[in-house]
């Protein structure tokens, strides 16, 4: 069946930070120019999930009188924590003695979707076209191989691939410029890494896992402004991860933990981690007697300057987390992916008017802010692989001493799925039943989420070997993907002493964290039915 055309001047996949700066810029520097902006959520702001300690150094460049207008930034940060945890104390770090890159000085304490749902209303004043509940699910490609748009998902069919009564034909959207701005793991971004070979010489990516959480707490314990964070404790000295807690506004604090996806052990659950970090007394003692409201989790990309692939091919760009823009001793990516979005509709004017190639991408990211703040990042995460302490020294090392200027550049060695150890090698991990007071499980997790998926559509979580999970995956990992999926999507049950791997796809929250660990990269994650998915509030 012939599709619907809809003929821009550039089409942006994806209404997050990078995305909705992209198509703002575009309209300051032209504002006849034709722009729409696709995004996979019910509305904008639904699927986004961030701690979020905001740096405004994007936003002062591209809103500058943002403080003028009505806007979603509001709580300032007054006090920084920094806590190692043991098992039952802990120990605060001299904030004096923290990194620059970690101090937070006139940042916000903000809600990343409520940002991204203000950008939207910014980018609709200038006449950027915002269509939420529209997944870009396909490629389209010129004869010549570059890059001609992008085809909205067919709505309306059944798991067996029947159309159904309410089907719907998907739109294809073709632009001089298509800009992919899916964050982490984007799925039409990583087929255009691997078919336009962008990662050709770069590091292997790294990822990390992010579950997050809003509590309603006793206002004795908040302390509007306190941004605290903590490394350790429930983590082993190998394992890389640490917590947050962001006292925002309305006797609310954003609380969370982040687990790097390189970690070994196949019976590590991160949803677990973080509901036994909870129960830490130093964690404790704020959250009780309060409720948790909120619930979500994220994939993250962690890999900096060395595993960012060339963000430009023919027609197109790749901006934000799509790419990799996040600066992760920083723990901020949002600054980073706007000003890359910027960046990419400077680029864009110039090609559409005076027909330069795209590749001037690159020499205006590489004389950007953006990347000497990236350079000068590039040896953290890395230097992690040593184990936490040593870790730490160096980044003191490079961070304090150096201000990441070091001689050289620190290696990543394999990629996240390549870590996990055989589950007999590894020693087996017992996590406390919840009590469903500060601790809970993932069922009533998820619920908290609002996720909800059409019935009876194609699964999104395609098995390349249907075989394989227990074939393999069970024997030598335990099928970790039990235990990664911070929703319950994927469990191992027994029917008539026959094992089968079960795929509960309505459960996703669109983390992609299967999609990145999967030790032979067995799944695909791809986009489900228009409006499925998460539909998180202020997250």
Request: hydrophobic share 35%.
């Amino acid at each position: 069946m012939t599709k619907e055309v809809m003929e821009y001047d550039v089409v942006v996949v994806g209404g997050g930070p990078s995305g909705l700066s992209t198509a703002i810029k575009l309209k300051q520097l032209n504002p006849e120019i034709n722009v729409c902006v696709l995004e996979k959520a019910s509305e904008i702001g639904a699927h986004i999930l961030s701690g979020n300690v905001f740096e405004t150094k994007a936003l002062d460049e591209l809103i500058p009188n943002w403080k003028e207008i009505n806007n979603p930034i509001k709580t300032k940060v007054t006090k920084e924590k920094f806590l190692f945890l043991g098992k039952n104390k802990s120990m605060s770090w001299p904030t004096w003695l923290l990194p620059k890159v970690q101090q937070n000085h006139n940042n916000y304490i903000i809600s990343l979707a409520n940002l991204c749902r203000w950008l939207a209303e910014q980018a609709e004043t200038l006449g950027v076209e915002i269509f939420p509940g529209f997944p870009a699910s396909e490629i389209i490609y010129n004869d010549d191989g570059s890059v001609k748009g992008v085809a909205t998902q067919d709505m309306g069919i059944d798991k067996a691939g029947n159309k159904k009564d309410n089907f719907e034909s998907g739109i294809e959207l073709h632009a001089k410029v298509t800009v992919f701005a899916e964050g982490c793991r984007g799925h039409l971004g990583k087929q255009l890494i691997k078919k336009f070979e962008l990662d050709k010489g770069k590091n292997p990516q790294q990822y990390g896992i992010g579950l997050k959480e809003i509590w309603e707490i006793d206002e004795n314990q908040h302390e509007e402004g306190l941004v605290m964070h903590t490394a350790g404790w429930p983590l082993d000295n190998n394992t890389y991860g640490g917590s947050f807690m962001y006292h925002a506004e309305n006797k609310q604090i954003f609380l969370g933990y982040v687990i790097g996806l390189d970690y070994k052990n196949p019976h590590l659950s991160p949803f677990d981690e973080f509901q036994r970090f909870k129960t830490h007394p130093a964690i404790k003692k704020y959250i009780e007697g309060g409720k948790r409201i909120s619930y979500g989790a994220r994939a993250l990309i962690e890999g900096g300057i060395q595993s960012l692939p060339k963000m430009y091919m023919p027609g197109a760009l790749l901006v934000g987390c799509d790419a990799g823009t996040l600066n992760m001793p920083k723990i901020k990516g949002s600054h980073t992916a706007m000003k890359s979005g910027m960046i990419a509709a400077e680029t864009i004017i110039d090609h559409i008017k005076d027909n330069k190639d795209l590749s001037i991408y690159e020499d205006k990211f590489k004389k950007s802010w953006v990347h000497k703040e990236l350079h000068e990042a590039r040896n953290v995460k890395p230097s992690f692989s040593w184990g936490l302490i040593l870790g730490i020294i160096f980044t003191g090392i490079d961070q304090i001493l150096f201000r990441g200027k070091l001689p050289f550049t620190l290696k990543h060695k394999h990629a996240d799925h390549e870590a996990l150890m055989s589950a007999d090698k590894m020693p087996k991990i017992s996590y406390p039943k919840p009590d469903n007071v500060i601790t809970f499980d993932k069922t009533s997790s998820v619920y908290l989420t609002g996720t909800n998926h059409t019935d009876n559509q194609p699964v999104h979580l395609q098995l390349k070997d249907p075989e394989l999970p227990i074939k393999y995956n069970l024997e030598k990992y335990d099928e970790a993907a039990q235990r990664y999926c911070p929703a319950g999507v994927y469990e191992v049950q027994t029917e008539n002493n026959i094992q089968k791997f079960v795929i509960n796809s309505q459960n996703c929250i669109h983390c992609k964290t299967c999609d990145i660990k999967e030790p032979s990269q067995n799944i695909n994650w791809v986009t489900p039915e228009g409006g499925g998915g998460p539909k998180y509030g202020n997250m």
